[in-house]
């Protein structure tokens, strides 16, 4: 059972667009959500979190929204540039634990 | 060093051989884990270690064995392993349990082929 979804597997955007990867979540006990970003031949590393008592949250040209409603979390990448291809993970956490999803292959074109 | 660092990079080993995938971390944190990440599957937490202390064990078979002889130090022993058990392995740490259990630094894995 699978308690973070990301289900789609890949996304390509051309440079410049929008980016906007989606996950979903089923446990209505998380109370912080993450994205991590995965290069090739490296680890994820942390990108922007967000904790439920809020519904947005800004750096730079990352935004991550949360509807608690909908279970819903989204990653907004604007503008997209080259650089942020690479494969991104949501994490959820409860009890100290992350679960994470399965991850979106996202390609920037140029 | 810098960072979280896993070696090897790359294992292949038969299913009767004993091998030790190895991490260490040089940012001085006090919690460690091991996550698996096989085909097209999220990122399982396998095991966390809080101050040299296992404080998780995520129903994983024994024939996997963690040791954390230190905070800056962990080991994975694998011993008689299956063909299923082959996955990328990562290795993460963070500051501490709790809150700071969100933010995970993590090393760039270990691929593991079993034949």
């Known amino acids: 059972d699978q308690q973070v979804k990301q289900n789609s597997p890949s996304l390509s955007v051309q440079e410049g667009r929008i980016s906007i990867l989606n996950c979903d979540y089923t446990?209505?006990?998380?109370?912080?959500f993450l994205w991590y970003k995965k290069y090739p031949a490296e680890g994820p590393t942390f990108l922007i979190s967000?904790?439920?008592?809020?519904d947005k949250n800004e750096d730079g040209r990352f935004t991550v929204f949360l509807n608690k409603s909908a279970k819903h979390l989204s990653l907004h990448i604007v503008p997209s540039q080259p650089g942020d291809s690479a494969v991104y993970f949501c994490?959820?956490?409860?009890?100290?634990?992350?679960?994470f999803g399965q991850g979106t292959r996202l390609t920037i074109n140029p | 060093e810098t960072g979280v660092t896993q070696t090897p990079r790359h294992l292949v080993m038969g299913m009767t051989n004993k091998k030790s995938l190895k991490c260490e971390q040089h940012?001085?944190?006090?919690?460690m884990y091991w996550y698996k990440q096989s085909a097209k599957k999220p990122l399982e937490l396998m095991f966390v270690?809080?101050?040299?202390?296992?404080?998780e064990n995520n129903s994983v078979p024994s024939r996997f064995s963690p040791e954390c002889p230190n905070s800056s130090h962990l080991f994975l022993h694998l011993h008689t392993l299956q063909p299923e058990d082959s996955a990328l392995y990562l290795c993460?740490?963070?500051?501490?349990?709790?809150?700071?259990?969100?933010?995970?630094?993590f090393g760039p894995g270990t691929r593991l082929t079993v034949l």
């Open positions: 993460a740490s963070s500051q501490d349990l709790g809150e700071w259990a969100n933010e995970q630094f």
């Open positions: 446990n209505s006990m998380f109370d912080y």
């Open positions: 967000i904790s439920s008592i809020k």
């Open positions: 994490a959820a956490s409860y009890t100290q634990k992350l679960v």
């Open positions: 940012l001085g944190h006090n919690a």
């Open positions: 270690y809080s101050l040299e202390e296992r404080v």
